[in-house]
């Protein structure tokens, strides 16, 4: 009779290292941008103008990571594509791991086509957002809504120098009519914050020491292992 055996974390790693290869699972939890330890509960008001991307009226940004991380960093590099077309504050963003989906679109992480395949879908949800939060502002302050723009997670009216934050847009953008494709106006390379730039992945503290949570840290119901073998995801640095 077969044996099922289930093997720690320290144990599967300390064999794959001798075997020279080393592959990182994908979570099932979320990863937080901001500061450690904050709840990654959505606010029950929060408004979710695409599947990638939701905005809280706190200002915090959800955008989900529907690609599994395998090392390369594809968990933030796709969300930071879409901050940057919503002109969002990397700051006050939060990465959520996907559960496999197919609302998502393809989930399937290989071939070094998660770029190639969704580069414009994350820029087309930013822009989107993005254009209906300028729209509610100029409703909120009775201007044209070309007079007004997004700019580091808020809008502003040149004419007036009036501005007012993301979070404070949540409710009146939700009511605009989703625009469509052709009404769109993307930012130019001049205009990128985070494409093409350095920035840190979101979970290498967590894939370094070792707190991350991995695939072979999955268990299914009816199996057990001592917690000592064990260790919990968290989101302290």
């Not at 959520?96 to 994350?122: H, W």
């Not at 808020?154 to 009519?177: C, E, M, T, W």
Request: hydrophobic fraction near 40%.
């Amino acid at each position: 009779m077969n044996r099922v055996e289930l093997v720690s974390r320290r144990n599967f790693l300390g064999g794959v290292f001798s075997a020279g290869a080393f592959v990182l699972g994908a979570k099932v939890l979320p990863f937080d941008a901001l500061a450690a330890g904050e709840s990654a509960e959505p606010a029950a008001a929060a408004w979710n103008p695409s599947v990638y991307l939701g905005l809280e009226p706190d200002g915090r940004v959800i955008i989900i990571a529907h690609r599994s991380e395998m090392g390369t960093g594809i968990r933030t590099v796709l969300p930071a594509v879409l901050a940057d077309e919503l002109e969002a504050d990397w700051a006050k963003v939060r990465i959520e791991q996907a559960l496999g989906d197919a609302k998502y679109g393809s989930q399937n992480t290989d071939g070094s086509c998660s770029i190639r395949d969704f580069y414009d879908a994350m820029r087309e949800a930013g822009a989107t957002a993005r254009l209906m939060m300028v729209r509610a502002a100029a409703t909120q302050w009775g201007v044209p809504a070309n007079e007004c723009k997004a700019q580091n997670h808020q809008v502003v009216h040149a004419g007036s120098n009036r501005k007012i934050g993301y979070g404070d847009l949540v409710a009146l953008a939700a009511k605009q009519p989703v625009p469509k494709k052709d009404e769109l106006q993307y930012k130019s390379p001049a205009e990128f914050r985070y494409i093409g730039k350095d920035m840190p992945v979101i979970d290498r503290d967590q894939i370094v020491n070792g707190k991350g949570i991995y695939g072979i840290d999955a268990r299914c119901p009816g199996w057990s292992m001592p917690r000592s073998n064990i260790l919990p995801w968290s989101a302290e640095k």
